[in-house]
């Protein structure tokens, strides 16, 4: 015969005077930190292509589409080639950030089809 405690001596992480709540309900309350985790990290990668575009945005706001045909416009083609520049210098920064954002959201997409598959006992 095994001894157990009293149920007022037992640790409990919820008040559950019963005690109907047992570790699968605890494992379960664990669990809804992953979600959190993942939403965090999407916010930050689609936060950090949002920045971006918006500095992309601001750098061709003063580009023009047109060609400098005499030599009195050298100033201007030279503006427009720093303009160029660094739009090419920070393109690749936003297929990075493009490809973060939609890698997250592949994950989280599978990660709640097998919540759904797991609380409908499909998956084990």
Known sequence: MQRTAPLAARPRFFHDPAGTLGP??????????VPMVMWSVWAA???FLAVLYIYRSSLTRDEEDQIFLDDSFDHE????????AKVA???PLVRIALWLVVAMSVVMVAYYIRDVLLQLNIVH
């Open 24 to 33: 699968q309900f605890v494992g379960r309350c664990g669990m809804t930190i």
């Open 77 to 84: 083609k030279a503006q427009q080639a720093v303009i160029v």
């Open 45 to 47: 990668f689609a936060l």
């Open 89 to 91: 210098r920070i393109e």
